[in-house]
T-cell receptor
Framework: DAGVIQSPRHEVTEMGQEVTLRCKPISGHDYLFWYRQTMMRGLELLIYFNNNVPIDDSGMPEDRFSAKMPNASFSTLKIQPSEPRDSAVYFC???????????FGPGTRLTVT | AQRVTQPEKLLSVFKGAPVELKCNYSYSGSPELFWYVQYSRQRLQLLLRHISRESIKGFTADLNKGETSFHLKKPFAQEEDSAMYYCAPQREYSGAGSYQLTFGKGTKLSVIP
């Protein structure tokens, strides 16, 4: 198993552009999590899904952020429009249950200029 | 409010010296407690969890409910232990399927040869 897969690994975009980050969880895992990591704020939970349904999106910073999980093997995190303060590393993680170990992807390093 | 504190951003120790990475939490109920580690250029991964009571790579963590702490310890640090360490309390709320997970801001451990 390749583990959690994220794409792209690096993204550089200009302010105002739409950004879409992608994640493929480990097969059979019911939970999927999106995190953002910055030097100032550390690792923050943005949103998580259980069986493709969003359970808690209270960590999503603004309406510019949205996340979807159309099926058990794919999720997207979209930022529209992007701003320089969105620059961070975005991690996706999956877990068999919400209480188990989380398996992290390699992250997407986003730079908004 | 649920909160987890890792008071040291950076901890430097000499090889062979004891290590203690501090974690204090403020949670209602009885959270499950995890330590995650991120080695350079690698994914964030689980180091240990309280419920398993295992020693991983020589690390142990003792839950002190009175002090609400879950400090990570190792008697003799090795160079390969240099990494970022995150404490992460987790608890279930609002019934089955809803979980609250909070990562501390992390402590960077640097083991000096």
């Amino acid at each position: 198993d390749a583990g959690v897969i994220q794409s792209p690994r690096h993204e550089v975009t200009e302010m105002g552009q739409e950004v879409t980050l992608r994640c493929k969880p480990i097969s059979g895992h019911d939970y999927l999590f999106w995190y953002r990591q910055t030097m100032m704020r550390g690792l923050e939970l943005l949103i998580y899904f259980n069986n493709n349904v969003p359970i808690d999106d209270s960590g999503m910073p603004e309406d510019r952020f949205s996340a979807k999980m159309p099926n058990a093997s794919f999720s997207t995190l979209k930022i529209q429009p992007s701003e320089p303060r969105d620059s961070a590393v975005y991690f996706c993680a999956s877990s068999p249950t919400g209480a188990d170990e989380q398996y992290f992807g390699p992250g997407t390093r986003l730079t908004v200029t | 409010a649920q909160r987890v504190t890792q008071p040291e951003k950076l901890l430097s120790v000499f090889k062979g010296a004891p290590v203690e990475l501090k974690c204090n939490y403020s949670y209602s109920g009885s959270p499950e407690l995890f330590w995650y580690v991120q080695y350079s250029r690698q994914r964030l991964q689980l180091l240990l969890r309280h419920i398993s009571r295992e020693s991983i790579k020589g690390f142990t963590a003792d839950l002190n409910k009175g002090e609400t702490s879950f400090h990570l310890k190792k008697p003799f640090a090795q160079e390969e232990d240099s990494a970022m360490y995150y404490c992460a309390p987790q608890r279930e709320y609002s019934g089955a399927g809803s979980y609250q997970l909070t990562f501390g801001k992390g402590t960077k451990l640097s083991v000096i040869p």
